[in-house]
């Protein structure tokens, strides 16, 4: 079945630095792959799309990388600050749905 | 303002008591889709809708309806709530089409079933 896997034990990280977040699926050839962030009691809100032809994207401080060969995204955060400590989720579009399926999400703490 | 609003955000009821939790979109958007989040278990897709008059079973729909009569509305029906069904709910429209399919989430509905 269809699985995406994301750290489950929070990233712990200091101001200025970055962090880096991982999602990785099997089971699964998607078109598109979002990043998500999620405020505890908040509906997500949309970061970041990449396509299947894309290695990577950019925004601002966050970059995105897709490694289809391997199933995995990986999700930047430079020059990271408290006010980036949220639940970053991953989600993937593709099989014939255009609705995405969200992966568990990893909680991203930055200590001042 | 651009925005998905969802009615209660808060609800206690009981075992067996029929509830309606109303999702309104005024983006225009062609896709919807309500999801439940569960703590260590994320966000499940429930059901999700491509048009109107066009529903389908997303993960988790057991115990569930959903209807689409209008572009602009995607209630969620719980016929028989049972206590499993406590849980936060979403509802998520996107516009569909070639475009990015970001979705856009409602404020949550936080649901408690005695």
């Known amino acids: 079945s269809q699985k995406i896997e994301q750290n489950s034990e929070a990233l712990n990280i200091q101001e200025g630095k970055t962090a880096t977040l991982t999602c990785n699926y099997t089971?699964?050839?998607?078109?598109?792959l979002q990043w998500y962030r999620q405020d505890p009691g908040r509906g997500p809100v949309f970061l970041l799309l990449?396509?299947?032809?894309?290695k990577e994207k950019r925004k601002e401080r966050l970059k995105v990388t897709f490694d289809t060969t391997l199933k995995q995204s990986l999700f930047h955060i430079t020059a990271s600050q408290p006010a980036d400590s949220a639940t970053y989720l991953c989600?993937?579009?593709?099989?014939?749905?255009?609705?995405?399926?969200f992966g568990r999400g990893t909680s991203l703490i930055v200590h001042p | 303002e651009a925005q998905v609003t969802q009615n209660p955000r808060y609800l206690i009821t009981v075992t067996g008591k029929k509830l309606t939790v109303t999702c309104s979109q005024n983006?225009?958007?062609?896709?919807m889709s309500w999801y439940r989040q569960d703590p260590g278990l994320g966000l499940r897709q429930i059901y999700y809708?491509?048009?109107?008059?066009?529903?389908d079973k997303g993960d988790v729909p057991e115990g569930y309806k959903v209807s689409r009569k209008e572009k602009r509305n995607f209630p969620l029906i719980l016929e028989s709530p049972s206590p499993n069904q406590t849980s936060l709910y979403f509802c998520?429209?996107?516009?569909?089409?070639?475009?990015?399919?970001?979705?856009?989430f409602g404020p949550g509905t936080r649901l408690t079933v005695t």
């Open positions: 998520a429209s996107s516009l569909g089409g070639t475009g990015t399919y970001e979705q856009y």
């Open positions: 089971n699964y050839s998607p078109a598109y």
């Open positions: 990449i396509r299947e032809n894309e």
């Open positions: 989600a993937l579009v593709g099989g014939g749905s255009y609705i995405p399926t």
């Open positions: 983006m225009n958007h062609e896709y």
């Open positions: 809708s491509m048009n109107v008059e066009v529903t």
